[in-house]
């Protein structure tokens, strides 16, 4: 059991923060389908950072001393840096809703087919394959906390907590849970994002309060980018054992279907996740599923072919959107190029 609650926030977290990375686009007024093309961007720009700092004498250093602290700061880093190349890589996907009065459901489907491109493009001058990874070492031994961290013994004593979400999980899960709690008060709970949202259901209104739009726009789907970037490599950095290959399994569009499912409210956005994260996690790790603790994986004996498995999150999708997309509501102004002289 502790094995599919620790696995499934692995997978779900990154969903939640990808949702909402939507979420604020959208409620600006502008529809972000390049979430997946971001979140492979961000997911290259997480391991090429980690690549190159790795070479370095002190990060080595910290590495053959077991450093855990250095390290984990060192990802908190990375997980950063992704976040700013994802927003510059959103910045043309709003440059062309925005300023140009493109259509967004095409800017966003040409920046989904423009990142892996370019993506293995770089990989291969950079790393002569198709894939690019660490310098030294693997994901968990870099990112992952370590009993050596607490001291031997500690998380044992705390029991099913310690070896559920302490031991042999990763600090970049939490930080994103905080950082979604976060936006999701800037988003619900402050003026600018009152303002922000004002923008998605009626500019018009806005603009004769004196909100700027195309600046309260510019914002929503900076602070997208930004989410989507961060939550593409803590992908990578969790399930991909931090490699990047131009592809993040479809969590860009299931992020989609996160948002929708949750009715663009963030605690909706949460239950959703972890639904998709349930499934997901079972289709990663349906063989080694112990989960009455009593030695049988019963997913393994009932001999379904894996490929069912690996089915279910995206059949989920399909099934739990067809039953609820009637009943969500989009911001009223979604993907309506704002024209100053209209009312």
Known sequence: MSLLIQQTLIYAVPLM??????????????????????????????????????????????????????MQGFALLAMFVAAFFGCLFSLLLAFAAINLRADQTIGGTALNLLAPALVLFLIRIIAQQNTLSMAI???????????????????????????TFVDKAYPATYVCLIIFVVMSVLLYKTRFGLRLRSCGENPQASDSLGINVMKMRYSGVAISG????????????????CTANGDVAGFGFLALAVMIFGNWKPLNIVGAALLFGVFKCIAALYGSLDINGDG?????????????????????TLIVLAFTSKSSRAPKAEGIPYDKGSR
């Open 226 to 241: 930004a989410l989507a970037g961060m939550g593409g490599f803590v992908y990578a950095m969790t399930t991909a054992n």
């Open 137 to 163: 070492g693997d994901s968990p031994s870099w990112f992952m906390i370590k009993k050596s961290m607490f001291g031997y013994g500690r998380t044992a004593k705390m029991g099913f907590l310690g070896s």
């Open 17 to 70: 923060v990808v949702a909402l990375a939507g979420v604020f686009a959208e409620r600006s007024g502008i529809i972000n389908l390049a979430l997946e093309g971001i979140m492979i961007f961000g997911a290259f720009i997480g391991v090429m950072f980690v690549r190159l700092v790795q070479q370095w004498g002190w990060f080595t250093a910290a590495y053959a001393a077991k450093d855990w602290v250095a």
């Open 296 to 316: 049988v994986y019963w997913l393994k004996e009932i001999g379904v072919s894996p490929n069912f498995y690996r089915l279910l999150p995206y059949a989920i």
